[in-house]
Structure formats: C-alpha cells, structure tokens
C-alpha cells in the first residue's frame, strides 16, 4: 500500500529559529501533498496544498511567508516553520495523492518552540 | 457550507463490547466519504472509502455505512480491543476545481477499558 513517510517525528526549537519537516512519498508519485495543523483535542485543518512544481495555495489566515512549503519533486515536499514562536507549537501532519483517488497520512511531527 | 458532523464527541466502552459511530454532513459535490483512525500522536489511517453508489463497506471488525440520500454515515466497530481507544474521524470529499477537497469530522475519542 501506499506509504508516506514524515521527519521527524518531534523536534524542540527555540523561539525566533526555522524548523524545517519533510514528508516523502516511498512508494508512490504525490502529485499533490497537503500540509495539516493540529490543537490538541482537535481536528486536523488544512493549512495548503501543493501540486509538484508549482507554488501552494495557502488556506485563509496562514501566513505563506511563516509556512514555507516546497514540492520540488514528486516523492518530496517540505514544510518550513520560519521564526518560530511558542504558539507554533503543535503537531503537523502531511498527507500525499497519487493519480488515483487515495490520500495517505504522514505519521505527524510534534514541534514545541521554547 | 460544507459541513461534517460527528457524534460522539467522546465515547467509553469496556472490552469486547460493539460500539457505532455517527457522520452527518452537508457536503456538495459529494465525491467520497472516509473513515479513518487516528492514535494519539500519529497520523490518520484509512479504515474505509465509499463512493456514493456504496451502502456498506467493511475492514475486519469496522463496518462502514453510507446512506447518500440522508448523507448520513457510521462506523461500527465489532468485539472492541483495546488497540481501539484512538480518535476515528469522518472525512468526506467534495470536488473542487478538478482535485478532492477533504472536509474533516472534528472526530469521536473513543476509549476502550479492560
């Protein structure tokens, strides 16, 4: 099956550094991948999405230039939290779509900024 | 507004006993409808996917229904383990400019005791 690999799994920064969190297609070509934000207790919500080659679309209300996303290939997109301050803190979760209708989950990152 | 609603919000249930999850939504154009099962601190795994022309859809002891007409689902968990206390979120899909727009459930907890 479709699998898709996120690291790390957590990283500690410290407030006013840039944290940088990968999401990998193994076995698959992602066409699209989607970055989530997750509060405790809460759903996931969309924060972009990203078609291989091309800029993402930020949701309303999330800073593009704060959440750097990069989809240079297609087994490859990453997220870059920039100047990150403590209300960064929470768990970040990628997910990728192939050709086919399927979208699979990255484990998650658990970032906190001290 | 697309919409999906779960209920519970939360649920405790002893070991072996069966439970039922409920989705209400309010989505268009409909494309699919997931279930998924999210453990604390990881990513969602795909339990189920049904289109709008499938009624029920089972993956070992999750049995998943769809009543397009009501836009009503549920997730019926079987002889519940303890491996089951995890959040299960509903998700469904509209389409939107060509690609899937995934509209997520806020999720139930459920909790499964020895």
């Known amino acids: 099956g479709a699998v898709v690999s996120q690291h790390p799994s957590r990283v500690i920064c410290k407030s006013g550094t840039s944290v940088k969190i990968e999401c990998r297609s193994l076995d698959f070509q992602a066409t699209t991948m989607f970055w989530y934000r997750q509060f405790p207790k809460q759903s996931l919500m969309l924060m972009a999405t990203s078609n291989e080659g091309s800029k993402a679309t930020y949701e309303q209300g999330v800073e593009k230039d704060k959440f750097l996303i990069n989809h240079a290939s297609l087994t490859l997109s990453t997220l870059t939290v920039t100047s990150a301050h403590p209300e960064d803190s929470s768990f970040y979760i990628c997910?990728?779509?192939?050709?086919?209708?399927?979208?699979?989950f990255g484990s998650g990152t658990r970032l906190t900024v001290v | 507004k697309n919409q999906v609603e779960q209920s519970p919000q939360s649920l405790i249930i002893l070991e072996g006993k069966n439970c039922t999850l409920q989705c209400n939504y309010t989505v268009s154009p409909f494309s699919n409808l997931r279930w998924y099962k999210q453990d604390t601190g990881r990513g969602p795994v795909s339990l189920t996917i049904?289109?709008?022309?499938?009624n029920t859809k089972s993956n070992g002891r999750y049995t998943a229904t769809l009543d397009a007409d009501t836009k009503q689902s549920s997730l019926h968990i079987t002889a519940s383990q303890l491996s089951d206390s995890a959040s299960y979120i509903c998700?469904?899909?509209?389409?939107?400019?060509?690609?899937?727009?995934?509209?997520f459930g806020a999720g139930t907890r459920l909790a499964v005791h020895p």
């Open positions: 997910s990728a779509s192939g050709t086919g209708d399927g979208y699979t």
């Open positions: 049904m289109t709008f022309s499938e």
């Open positions: 998700v469904v899909s509209a389409r939107a400019g060509g690609y899937n727009k995934l509209i």
